[in-house]
């Protein structure tokens, strides 16, 4: 089958960076899908596994952590799933990438696709979809049933993968948000969202909030630069707020005061920490995708592809790879087709 893969950490720009190479046809083990691939999106962790070196003895790295397609073979002890099934999946960070013709992923982590949306459009929700859920009513202690009610959440980095499922999950939990964005385009795409109020991450947030009637918030989640905003969210959060996080800091950060005189809880997420240490729990990342398609299709969530490139090969995830290391992509980018 072909493949697309890294062999060496190289800048995008280099030809060399992905390369098509041919792969043995995968055998199921006993709780696997065999999944022809149909579509797949791109995200900050294959950026990063890009750029990081190969595994001691690997020839190379197959990346890819969202995608979308049919059910072409089941192992022995699958249950949840039949040949034929149209699905879609974030799957195992651990584990061999969706950017081949044919993946292997344990069912535990999959879900049926939504049936409103095409492959393009399904593969653009899992990574994001599940990251935003675990982050929101998982890590932090709100329930998505009215959970935010009352509450304001601050969302950084808004316009990106995980915000513009996050603000969208959080409306429906009734938080009001504020979301932040620099550009016009980015702006209204936070607003279509369902933000309540948008405002710029590039200047100081206090005065912005303090103009929108908040003194403090009740709780936030940095999606975007760990580093940059922490002392100034330590200032913003109310006393026993709470804080998400996503990006690993450049640096030590102080989780002293004000974040110890406030009693805020800090939250980190994951979303391939199930996968990657078999926790007891890991099929909740599949119960979690099939939540999202029933809202999806009952038009309560909307989804965040907003272009496909075609055929997925090297030169194709070249370009996703370089758009998105550009940090100027809204939504999600996903390639389809082979």
């Not at 960070?93 to 535990?108: H, I, K, M, W, Y």
């Not at 929101?136 to 915000?163: H, N, Q, S, W």
């Not at 929108?212 to 100034?232: K, Q």
């Not at 090297?314 to 996903?334: D, F, N």
Request: hydrophobic share 45%; proline share 6%; glycine share 10%.
């Amino acid at each position: 089958m072909k493949a697309i893969a890294m062999t060496r950490p190289l800048p995008i720009d280099d030809p060399e960076a992905l390369v098509e190479i041919e792969l043995d046809l995968p055998e199921p083990g006993p709780r696997d899908l065999r999944v022809r691939v149909d579509a797949v999106s791109v995200n900050p962790v294959d950026t990063k596994l890009r750029r990081a070196p190969l595994p001691d003895g690997a020839a190379h790295r197959v990346l890819g952590y969202d995608a979308a397609g049919v059910v072409e073979a089941i192992g022995a002890q699958v249950r949840g799933f039949a040949v034929g099934d149209a699905v879609y999946y974030a799957g195992d960070v651990s584990r061999p990438g969706s950017n081949a013709q044919f993946q292997l992923v344990d069912e535990r982590l999959v879900a049926r696709k939504p049936q409103s949306l095409d492959f393009a459009q399904a593969a653009a929700l899992p990574l994001t979809a599940i990251t935003a859920w675990e982050l929101l009513f998982e890590r932090m202690p709100y329930a998505f049933d009215g959970g935010g009610a009352g509450k304001t959440l601050l969302a950084i980095g808004g316009a990106g993968g995980v915000g513009s499922v996050a603000i969208q999950l959080a409306k429906l939990a009734g938080f009001t948000v504020v979301a932040t964005a620099s550009r016009e385009e980015t702006v209204a795409w936070c607003r279509e969202l369902g933000a309540d109020h948008v405002v710029d991450h590039r200047q100081p947030l206090a005065p912005q909030l303090r103009a929108l009637g908040l003194a403090a918030v009740e709780a936030a989640i940095n999606l975007a630069d760990t580093d940059r905003y922490w002392d100034e969210l330590g200032e913003l959060l109310a006393p026993q707020g709470h804080l998400g996080l996503i990006v690993e800091p450049a640096g030590a950060l102080r989780i002293g005061d004000p974040y110890k005189a406030k009693c805020i809880g800090i939250h980190w997420e994951m979303m391939f920490a199930r996968p990657r240490f078999r926790t007891a729990d890991m099929d909740a990342q599949g119960r979690i995708l099939a939540r999202v398609a029933d809202l999806i299709d009952a038009g309560r969530l909307r989804g965040t592809w907003t272009e496909t490139l075609s055929p997925i090969g090297a030169g194709t995830l070249r370009e996703a790879h370089r758009r998105l290391e550009s940090g100027r992509t809204i939504g999600k980018l996903v390639a389809a087709g082979w």
